[in-house]
């Protein structure tokens, strides 16, 4: 099964870029760089559909298509569809060698499922234009295969010895609650971005000039609305952005803590520093760059960055809870 084991490892890189990729995507605007699905105003290519993106250019010059966003958004779904391709056949050659594997097809069956939502919540992207919840849960979508690739690829490589997984039982709840802590972290962050809501507060430690600034909690977090607007079409309040920023910044700073504490007790495990070290450095990586985002004016790069590592740090209490659990 060494190929089998390759194939994995390739697609879980690939995710890596996938959701890197798609970041990238949404920060510079580009999610409707080509306003169909799948293709680009029905072409394979924005080179063949050039005739009609010029079109559009010249009724809106300041519109969300360009050349330059057609391309982004279409090499997304290049990357996106190859994935997609890896996965079908991770769970082809799962279910040819199911007597061979670790855990059996199961697995690979509900990536290929998760894999097929994927690409619906990509057409809807589109077709729903940007709806935050859409764009959010198409974020969570790529974390959460992101996060099963990489427990598969631990299952195949096969368990360690029983030595280095014993007297791990006092860490197995700080580790799941830190891994659910970061999932709900995950889906603020998105949530941040895909109601531009990154700068709502553009000062750090305190956001508006003071700890607690005017929010809208009821309109901030109403999921079923369009893009800016609140579910009666008004116009979305500054308090209500204000809100979806103030609790992302909450919530990082309750992650830090239990992470913090979690690290702690790492250390004095044995076996377990090198995981501890690890995660320290990406939240140490992360917090940084969310601070920045705020101070520097949210530059692409860095806001991409921060995107990045939020899959990193999934990944990583992803790692440790599999390393706790397996036996």
Request: proline share 4%.
């Amino acid at each position: 099964m060494t190929f089998y084991r390759k194939l994995i490892l390739a697609a879980l890189v690939l995710t890596l870029c996938v959701v890197s990729l798609g970041a990238y995507v949404r920060l510079s605007d580009a999610g409707l760089g080509c306003p169909d699905w799948p293709g680009c105003y029905g072409a394979l290519t924005p080179h063949h559909a050039a005739d009609a993106i010029n079109a559009e250019l010249a009724m809106r010059p300041d519109g969300p298509v360009s050349h330059a966003k057609a391309w982004k958004e279409m090499v997304h779904r290049y990357f996106a569809g190859t994935l997609g391709m890896l996965v079908l056949l991770i769970f082809v050659l799962a279910w040819r060698g199911r007597r061979e594997t670790n855990g059996g097809p199961g697995l690979p069956f509900l990536l290929l499922v998760l894999i097929v939502f994927q690409a619906l919540l990509g057409m809807w992207t589109v077709t729903q234009m940007l709806k935050p919840l859409v764009v959010s849960a198409h974020l969570l979508g790529g974390m959460a295969t992101l996060s099963l690739l990489l427990w598969l690829w631990l299952r195949e490589r096969g368990q360690a010895s029983h030595a280095y997984f014993a007297s791990v039982d006092h860490l197995r709840r700080g580790a799941g609650l830190g891994l659910l802590l970061i999932v709900a972290q995950i889906a603020l962050g998105g949530w941040v971005s895909t109601n531009y809501a990154a700068l709502a507060c553009t000062d750090f430690p305190l956001c508006q000039g003071v700890w607690v600034p005017a929010m809208d909690f009821e309109h901030g977090f109403t999921l079923h609305r369009d893009l800016g607007e609140t579910a009666s079409g008004d116009l979305l309040p500054l308090a209500a952005l204000t809100a979806i920023h103030w609790s992302h910044r909450l919530m990082a700073l309750l992650v830090s803590l239990v992470l913090g504490w979690l690290v702690v007790r790492l250390f004095r495990t044995p076996g377990y520093a090198g995981t501890a070290v690890v995660i320290s450095i990406l939240l140490l990586v992360q917090v940084s760059l969310g601070i920045s985002n705020v101070l520097l004016s949210l530059p692409l790069a860095v806001a991409v960055a921060h995107n990045t590592g939020a899959a990193l740090l999934l990944a990583s209490l992803v790692w440790l809870n599999f390393k706790v659990r397996r036996r």
